[in-house]
Nanobody, 126 residues
Framework: VQLQAFGGGLVQAEGFLRLSCAASGGFLSTYVMGWFRQAPGKEREFVAAISRSAHSTYYADSVKGRFTVSRDNSKNTLYLQMNSLKPEDTAVYYC????????????????????WGHGTQVTVSS
């Protein structure tokens, strides 16, 4: 499956953005999905994950209460609603498919995700 994230941009602090992740060559419904981000000079970090059926979600502490991950399997698309954005949220955001199923202790590791594709830049100005 090939993934493409889009919807990033430049926004002021406390603003909002909605990222989308479109898939081709496969069905997202068969995968746990995740969002990660990478800021300049930093390692890629976990942001959020969602189970195949969307019944379960999991967030990094840094975004909990501000970001919401969702999916529409009928549209083969994953979403990340980002509210109350902060300058420290500035990064390239990537979507990926999980390779180890819904297993929270390992969900935050990028090693358990694949099909990264191109990310989308999010820049939050203060």
């Amino acid at each position: 499956v090939q993934l493409q994230a889009f919807g990033g941009g430049l926004v002021q602090a406390e603003g909002f953005l909605r990222l989308s992740c479109a898939a081709s060559g496969g069905f997202l419904s068969t995968y746990v999905m995740g969002w990660f981000r990478q800021a300049p000079g930093k390692e890629r970090e976990f942001v959020a994950a969602i189970s195949r059926s969307a019944h379960s979600t999991y967030y990094a502490d840094s975004v909990k209460g501000r970001f919401t991950v969702s999916r529409d399997n009928s549209k083969n698309t994953l979403y990340l609603q980002m509210n109350s954005l902060k300058p420290e949220d500035t990064a390239v955001y990537y979507c990926a498919v999980g390779t180890r199923g819904w297993n929270i202790p390992i969900l935050t590791s990028s090693r358990n995700f694949a099909s990264w594709g191109h990310g989308t830049q999010v820049t939050v100005s203060s």
